[in-house]
């Protein structure tokens, strides 16, 4: 690969198809959710095998403000956190979270546990993206939360004298951080709290990880089929946690092996996995490929791909993988039931149409996903990324097998990968 300060072209794969073994690192998703628990625990917690990306740096930022003095060993890739006890430290706090959901939706729940005033604002595309469900759902636990220029969206501004918990509603068609947040926060609510899901829940996977993190640190909640949650005080136990490689990292490698009938072996990441997005191999094995699963690997070997028609809205980080892969399968490739991705970091459903029409695909666009029509032979294309991680690392998958294929701003991919373009040009070596 060529790469200059704004651009980088990808050059296809040369050669035999890869076959290797690869080891992505921690899940952003797991990371920040460890550091919420383990900040507001009882006594210290290390956190080994943790992502270092800007993700993860605003959080640890935004928690070293709260006085919550995060101890951070890159080479180890541990985070060491010395719990709080639900007693936020520094009653006045900015928070700056540049544009990572997680951070804002986890961080306002957590603040409003405490006491003191606290503002969370972000980039200009955080300033549109949602929160106005978590602030209601907050109000009527007893906080006082209010989007600063009342659009529902941050600048945020907490002023919190903790929460006094008892009945919550909170949509779930928006984004499942909301409830995420919620949960991890209200074991310190004074009483105990229903949190009951109106309409459906987006991303389920990611609320059962949120679940089984905060069983981790000892605490348990009562979960009526994801509809109704109970959660009676209590407290979490400092502990060391280790946290798995990040499954939606993973899926462009198995894309690469998808595409190119190579054989890759995604290491940590197994059958015991706790994390969702482990099953886009599903969807590539319905596609043609070759998957095996065990215990701590999961390898994927390409095949002749068809194209599917599947509902990802439990697994929509991967929407962008998919879509690329769908540009070298044979047929049509229709993604449904994923409207919520047009308010994460860029609206992905209509950046993606825009793209891989560019690369030659026809393309219908629909309210809730995308029909996927593949050319015979793909475009060269300068491919925008929207200051969007993932838009970079899945259109990377289109050009190792097609020439002339450049991505713009590669560097977005430091929002959660930042060796993502060393560790992709490493198999080509």
């Known amino acids: ?103 804002l939706r986890f961080l306002t729940a957590m603040v409003a546990t405490g006491q003191g005033t606290y503002r969370l604002d972000g980039t200009p595309r955080m300033r549109q993206r949602p929160v106005s469900d978590l602030l209601l759902a907050l109000n009527g636990l007893g906080s006082d939360a209010r989007s600063d220029l009342g659009t529902g969206c941050p600048p945020v501004t907490v002023r919190a004298r903790g929460l006094d918990g008892g009945n919550a509603f909170v949509r779930g068609d928006v984004s ?28 389920l996977p990611y609320v059962t990880m949120t679940i089984e993190v905060m069983e981790s640190f000892g605490v348990r909640i009562g979960n009526r089929k994801n509809r109704r949650f109970d959660i009676r005080p209590a407290r979490y136990t400092g502990r060391p946690y280790a946290i798995e490689p990040d499954a939606s990292a993973a899926s462009y490698f198995f894309a690469l092996a998808a595409v190119t009938g190579g054989s890759l072996t995604l290491e940590g990441l197994g059958s015991e996995s706790i994390q969702g997005d482990l099953g886009f191999v599903d969807i590539l094995e319905h596609m043609g490929c070759k998957v095996v699963r065990e215990r701590g690997a999961t390898t994927v070997t390409g095949g002749t791909l068809r194209g599917v028609d599947v509902d990802m809205n439990a697994i929509s980080d991967t929407v962008m993988t998919l879509a690329v892969v769908a540009l070298f399968a044979q047929g049509i490739t229709r993604i449904r039931n994923v409207a919520h991705i047009r308010h994460k970091e860029t609206d992905r459903l209509s950046a993606l149409a825009t793209e891989l029409r560019k690369l030659g695909a026809r393309v219908d666009e629909h309210p809730d996903g995308l029909v996927i029509d593949p050319p015979a032979k793909l475009s060269p294309a300068r491919i925008a990324t929207y200051d969007d991680h993932r838009m970079a690392m899945s259109f990377a998958i289109a050009g190792m097998k097609t020439e002339g294929v450049t991505i713009l701003d590669p560097d977005c991919v430091a929002k959660t990968y930042p060796g993502f373009w060393e560790d992709l040009g490493k198999l080509s070596t």
Not at 180 to 200: C, I, K, N, Q
Request: aromatic content about 4%; overall charge negative.
């Open 1 to 103: 690969m060529t790469e200059n300060v704004r651009e980088l072209t990808v050059q296809p794969w040369a050669g035999p198809p890869p076959i290797a073994k690869i080891r992505v690192p921690g899940s952003k998703s797991l990371t920040n959710r460890a550091l919420i628990v383990a900040a507001l625990a009882d006594g210290r917690s290390v956190l080994s095998g943790a992502l270092d990306s800007d993700d993860t740096r605003v959080m640890v930022d935004s928690l070293r403000k709260l006085g919550i003095a995060v101890e951070h060993d890159r080479e180890a890739k541990t985070l060491t956190v010395p719990g709080c006890g639900n007693k936020i430290p520094n009653k006045d706090a900015d928070l700056f979270v540049e544009n990572s959901g997680t951070s």
């Open 176 to 203: 499942s951080q909301f409830l995420s947040g919620l949960l991890m926060a209200l074991p310190y609510s004074r009483e105990t709290t229903t949190v009951e899901v109106d309409g459906p829940l987006v991303s």
